[in-house]
């Protein structure tokens, strides 16, 4: 199933007669859950989908702790009602807020020190180690802007749901390193090549990324 499936789902429950949910900032549902969904949905991802009053939150499950706080953050802060779906094998069903809290203990993809690994720990290493690089854009509206450059630390390739991990890993490394939300992930790189172009090439022809690997 693709991405517009699964948005569909989530149109149908919240356009559906009496929900009572989302009578506020829909733009949350109609244009950033789309949009998440269509970077980032491959057949195994999960998330997490929370409709309040105001808003919803859309969380890709098992990439990094920090994409969970923001999830965390309105399960235990936020006092508008809500209700929590799971999205999984692209399939939406509500959970309780405790089971919510349990789907957002574990990780697939650990960061540790400057390495990425992959849960579980293959023998043959981690995927990738990586850098973190801040640089202010030129001229007068200067911005802090942050470049993630990974290298391969293994003789493991990376598949399309890697490649997707790693770039929304990559906003959390420049994140944590700039010290604010605000701060963009400007490019990200595996090896030599943009590892951005190379999510477009696999999505469109996954044996392209075979050549990707062999010129990295």
């Not at 696999?202 to 392209?208: D, N, T």
Request: charged share 25%; aromatic share 8%; with cysteine.
């Amino acid at each position: 199933m693709s991405a517009d499936t699964v948005f569909q789902g989530m149109k149908d429950i919240v356009e559906a007669p009496g929900f009572g949910l989302l009578t506020a900032y829909r733009d949350d549902l109609y244009k950033h859950d789309l949009t998440m969904l269509r970077e980032t949905h491959t057949p195994g991802s999960r998330y997490l989908w929370i409709v309040r009053e105001m808003g919803t939150c859309l969380v890709h499950l098992g990439i990094h702790q920090k994409i969970h706080d923001m999830a965390r953050a309105v399960l235990r802060y936020s006092e508008q009602r809500r209700q929590v779906f799971l999205i999984e094998r692209d399939r939406l069903r509500p959970i309780s807020d405790e089971r919510a809290l349990t789907a957002l203990i574990h990780c697939k993809y650990q960061v540790v020190n400057d390495r990425i690994t992959r849960n579980p720990i293959p023998t043959t290493g981690p995927l990738a180690v990586y850098t973190v690089e801040l640089r202010w854009t030129p001229g007068p509206s200067r911005q802090l802007e942050g470049c993630v450059r990974y290298r391969p630390a293994s003789r493991i390739e990376p598949n399309l749901e890697d490649l997707i991990a790693l770039n929304e890993i990559a906003s959390c490394l420049v994140v944590h390193k700039s010290g604010s939300l605000f701060t963009p992930t400007a490019a990200v790189y595996w090896g030599v090549k943009d590892l951005r172009e190379m999510i477009v090439a696999s999505r469109r022809a996954p044996q392209l990324v075979e050549l990707w690997h062999a010129a990295a």
